[in-house]
């Protein structure tokens, strides 16, 4: 049974494009194919793979503002940000290419009796289910370590942005990368188990919300086929007394509206120790309060819609459940009237534990201000969550900064000053309910490979 889904402009809730889903004989016919891909690429080199990998991440970049456009019309991207997602792609893709062959090379180590050698040798298809939230950087991420690595990559891709999954289709051919071994599947989530479940399959990598990953999780674990999860979080962002609270104010802002809210490490929760919360507070609100939502196809809109209705719906529900609760919405907290799925900044105070504003992840631009004593109930509060994925510290003492991350932050990342995102060089992913397993930084190359031990007797 094949069917259509719909691409939706959700500044409009106007239909882009339709596209016809697969049977699931056509689905086990890709999976073969991508498996019959393996058995060739994985004999490819480094520098062979290298070369049609950076290719890839050469093509992304001379296509930015094309595909910036498509991502702004399947999910609301402001065009101003949609070339810099292509240009840390084209940054993974270098990255990998440069490094994957020291970071897969066989190592030696010592063995009585005789010698040894690891060799991390790739493992073949790994299935990736992915969300639409960064439509071309989730997609790179995994598939170029991945195809680094060796394997060969399948793809379902969130539903409201196919046609940023078929424009990557085109770019991995054009770049000459073997057919099948980048292979978009069109498909319902419902078909993603059979998927799974394939003896071809032999990992499955997911980027989505926890709940989702819960049950792919499962799935993975019933076929035991190993899996790497990246999660959701809301993360907290500490800023102590001796903070230089205009560059806190201005990182806080950008890390709560950047991708219109809807960022895994987006900073969700502002935990502000009372010596300076009012100074804070008070620049915080009149700097969320200038920025407008608007078109996102013009240049200078840094707010545009959520991605889809249902979601404006949820952030809409978990801000009134929060208010409900005893939060103090300080400005924005109303659906506006207008064509297509936008919310307004939002600043919500008084946020404790038992709101969704507190305990859950707010997926737009709603910032939860919770006051802390000192230091030590700041991080209290940050760790004060089922998540770990990233969060930040703002002090004008560095070691201090440095000390409170490293020792006493439980999660995979943390901003010190600034609002930094996923970085090609560095290991990106989280603990608790964030997920495990790790992208980025050689981590990722190494998620999906046999470590296999040689031991050869003297
Ligand atoms: P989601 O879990 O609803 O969907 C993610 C993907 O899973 C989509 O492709 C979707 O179609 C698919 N899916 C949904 N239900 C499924 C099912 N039952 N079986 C198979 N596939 C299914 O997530 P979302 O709301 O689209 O994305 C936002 C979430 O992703 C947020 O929680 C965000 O924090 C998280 N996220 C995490 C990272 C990270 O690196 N940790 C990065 C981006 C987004």
Known sequence: MTDTVKSINPATGQTIREFDTIS????????EQTHEAFLDWKQRSFDERGALIRKVGELLAANKDRLARLATDEMGKPIAQGPGELDLCKGICDYSADNAADMLADETRDLPGGRALVSHQPIGVIFGIQPWNF???????YTIANLMA?????????????????ALEDIFREAGVPENVFNVLYIHDAQASQVTEHPRVRGVTFTGSAATGRKIAADAGQHLKKTVLELGSNDAFLVLEDADIDKAVDACVTGRINNNGQTCVAAKR??????????????YVEKMKQVEFGDPSDKNTALGPLAREDLRDKLHAQVKESVANGATCTIGGEVPDVE????????????????????????????????AKDEADAIRIANDSVYGLGGGIFSKDED?????ARDHFDTGMVSING????????PFGGVKDSGHGREHGGFGMREFVNSKSLMIAQ
């Not at 060796?150 to 078929?166: I, Q, S």
């Open 150 to 166: 060796g394997n060969t990559v399948l793809l379902k891709h969130a539903p409201n942005v196919w046609g940023c999954a078929e």
């Open 419 to 426: 609002y930094f995102i996923a970085q090609p060089n560095l």
């Open 24 to 31: 699931d004989e056509q689905l086990n016919q890709k999976i």
């Open 270 to 283: 502002f935990v502000v120790v009372d010596a300076v919360y009012d100074k804070f507070r008070d620049a």
């Open 135 to 141: 439509p071309f950087y989730q997609v790179v991420r």
């Open 400 to 404: 201090r900064a440095v000390r409170l």
């Open 340 to 371: 297509g799925f936008f919310y307004p900044t939002t600043v919500l105070e008084n946020v404790r534990p038992g709101m969704p504003a507190y305990d859950g992840e707010l997926f737009g631009p709603v910032a939860s201000l919770i006051r």
